[in-house]
């Protein structure tokens, strides 16, 4: 039996009790809504097989450890209190939510570990052996649109089967963004992570099939690696992603590899990522790996496994550039330079307009030093995260309504003009608009709703706009024309009956001169009425097409 359950704001610090409760009333394949509203706990939130968790919105729904917890392995019997910590194994290492249930949503909703304001979160207070905010061990678990944020561990700690996080945003995260153990088929995409202390997602133990794309990576001072490879995982592509400003603790860090690894397995390939100012681009990665169409900015190169058609430096090199600085979905193709044939088509960084995520103003702390480098804690203020904010165009008479990025670029199309009208141009918050007097053309998103319609006039006639088309107009000359072609008519045939007079008169003379002439005369003047009638008549067609149709 299912239900759908919904959980208003809770007083105190034991909210884990009334979603808990939400949960088990949900039944075998219920949904639990939880309303805005900030929910302290010193317990945790369990799963049920089927039970999705879905917040009324990511950044009104603030699930917060509270600072009254206790630290300790987490068991059953710590589920309303205690259990905040562990010994770094995923079985044991307590969190906010423990997802141990299969089939399982969760969506919508903040994750605060109070790291800094319940506890403290200085670099050597943070990484192992202390609470994470999302614990996964089942299988086919979906993570979508939540923000993790001032964790003292790690972020989400996984092992599973089938695992998706994607729309998410990692901030101030005491340990990895997202680590995995062990897990088949991880689809991390579309996230962005801030690294702080450690890696922002970690494939390691004995897994296949980590896929990493479309991500933004980024760090300040502090952090590491981006993309960290450890033990024997197999079937990993790193592709799509925009990794950027990635030095860590003493610059030594990079965007893919991480120091000291030495990682196996098979069917690795890093493909069509942009690495900006790393301190390297690839390294520490399995002799086996294959890296290719990577573009590498003022960053260390590729080390390790085999390279081909990477881009290493600009000089030489054109760039076309789709979106902007701040958009999610800005990506790079080669226009010339000596491997542009090879980057025929490619796209290289973050092409799927799909991610588009909007990010709350403001952003906290993105960089402090790595816990495993042991280095001491010099600076707590890293970049906050930049807003990746949609807006809508609406675009009136024509297509390309929809909401796009800031700085990105929308086609739109004027729908086919009304009879007897041709397109002008647009009209509405047309600032933002390549070319207002074209019918197709494409819009540079602001950072605002704007509206756009398509304004259309009438036919010119030879250039003129003098005869106006409208329907009040259109129905009398439809009128005049009609009228003077039925005229014509009754005309023509009149001429017609008089040439068979005429010719009558002319026959029956019987050698009267006076009456010939006058038969005679009849025919030649009626031949000459019906001429200048067809030539009326004609002018008579040639403007009902120029004004009717």
């Known amino acids: 039996m299912a239900a759908d359950v919904t959980v208003s704001p809770v007083t105190g610090e034991n909210a884990?009790?009334?979603?808990?409760?939400?949960?088990?009333a949900a039944g075998s394949s219920g949904t639990v809504t939880i309303l805005n509203g900030t929910y302290e706990?010193?317990?945790?939130?369990?799963?049920?097989?089927?039970?999705?968790?879905?917040?009324?919105?990511?950044?009104?729904?603030?699930?917060?450890?509270?600072?009254?917890?206790?630290?300790g392995s987490y068991s059953s019997s710590t589920i309303n209190s205690g259990g905040w910590g562990g010994n770094d194994d995923a079985a044991t290492d307590g969190a906010i939510i423990m997802a141990w249930s299969n089939n399982v949503t969760i969506s919508n909703l903040t994750l605060d570990g109070s790291c800094g304001d319940g506890f403290p979160c200085a670099a050597d207070d943070r990484g192992h052996a202390e609470y994470n905010l999302m614990n996964i061990r089942a299988d086919n678990v979906?993570?979508?649109?939540?923000?993790?944020t001032r964790g003292k561990s790690d972020g989400i700690i996984a092992r599973g089967n089938n695992i998706e996080v994607s729309n998410c945003v990692f901030n101030m995260i005491g340990h990895d963004g997202c680590n995995t153990y062990g897990v088949n088929n991880l689809r991390f995409h579309n996230n962005i992570v801030a690294m702080r202390t450690n890696c922002g997602v970690r494939c390691s133990g004995s897994g296949s099939g980590c896929y990493v794309y479309n991500n933004e990576f980024y760090t300040g001072s502090g952090g590491a690696a981006a993309v960290e490879l450890q033990g024997t995982v197999s079937n990993v592509e790193v592709y799509h992603n925009y990794f950027h400003d990635i030095s860590g603790a003493g610059g030594l860090y990079g965007a893919i590899g991480y120091p000291g690894q030495s990682p196996t397995g098979s069917g690795h390939e890093y493909y069509d990522n942009l690495i900006v100012n790393c301190t390297y681009a690839i390294k520490y990665v399995p002799s086996s790996a294959v890296s290719h169409h990577n573009i590498i900015i003022n960053s260390g190169g590729v080390e390790g496994g085999s390279s081909n058609n990477n881009i290493t430096t600009e000089s030489g090199y054109a760039f076309d550039k789709f979106g902007s600085n701040g958009a999610r979905n800005t990506y790079w193709t080669v226009s010339s330079g000596s491997l542009a044939a090879a980057f025929s088509g490619i796209k290289v960084g973050i092409d799927?307009?799909?991610?588009?995520?909007?990010?709350?103003?403001?952003?906290?702390?993105?960089?402090?030093?790595?816990?495993?480098?042991?280095?001491?804690?010099?600076?707590?203020?890293g970049p906050s995260i930049p807003t990746y904010a949609s807006f809508a165009l609406t675009v009136v008479s024509g297509t390309g309504s929809g909401t796009y990025v800031v700085?990105?670029?929308?086609?739109?199309?004027?729908?086919?003009?009304?009879?007897?009208?041709?397109?002008?141009r647009r009209s509405g918050d047309t600032a933002y608009v390549s070319n207002i007097a074209s019918s197709s053309t494409t819009v540079n998103m602001p950072n605002k709703d704007i509206s756009l319609t398509a304004v259309y006039k009438d036919k010119p006639f030879y250039g003129s706009s003098v005869f106006s088309n409208n329907s009040q107009a259109s129905d009398f000359t439809q009128l005049v024309i009609g009228l003077l072609k039925w005229v014509l008519s009754v005309a023509g045939a009149f001429g017609f009956i008089l040439i068979v007079i005429g010719g009558v008169i002319y026959i029956s003379s019987a050698g009267d001169d006076q009456k010939a002439l006058k038969g005679k005369r009849i025919v030649m003047q009626s031949l000459m009425g019906i001429a200048i009638l067809l030539i009326a008549y004609s002018v008579a067609v040639i403007m009902e097409n120029i004004f009717l149709r």
Do not use: C, Y
């Not at 884990?16 to 409760?21: G, P, S, T």
């Open 16 to 24: 884990q009790i009334a979603i808990n409760n939400a949960i088990a």
């Open 41 to 71: 706990f010193v317990g945790h939130i369990v799963t049920r097989p089927g039970v999705n968790i879905v917040g009324e919105s990511r950044d009104g729904v603030i699930l917060k450890i509270s600072q009254n917890a206790e630290l």
């Open 142 to 148: 979906v993570v979508d649109n939540v923000r993790f």
């Open 352 to 381: 799927d307009s799909s991610g588009a995520i909007n990010l709350p103003d403001g952003g906290g702390d993105a960089g402090d030093e790595d816990d495993e480098e042991g280095d001491e804690d010099t600076e707590d203020d």
């Open 407 to 424: 700085g990105s670029s929308a086609n739109i199309n004027a729908a086919t003009a009304p009879e007897g009208q041709v397109f002008s």
